[in-house]
């Protein structure tokens, strides 16, 4: 199960990577990165979640 803790004072920065299936934005912070939900089934095998708390 994914369990991500993300502290309530997280700094979080998007940014535009053109080299990321041909350009998309994400959102990071030093413990998460979100890519649009669309574009997951685009990436490497790994945990997704769809709602956060």
Known sequence: MLAI????DEQFQYSFDSNL???LGKIESKTLKAIPYYAWAHREMGEMAV???
């Open 5 to 8: 803790k993300v502290p309530k």
């Open 51 to 53: 709602w956060l708390n």
């Open 21 to 23: 299936l041909g350009g």
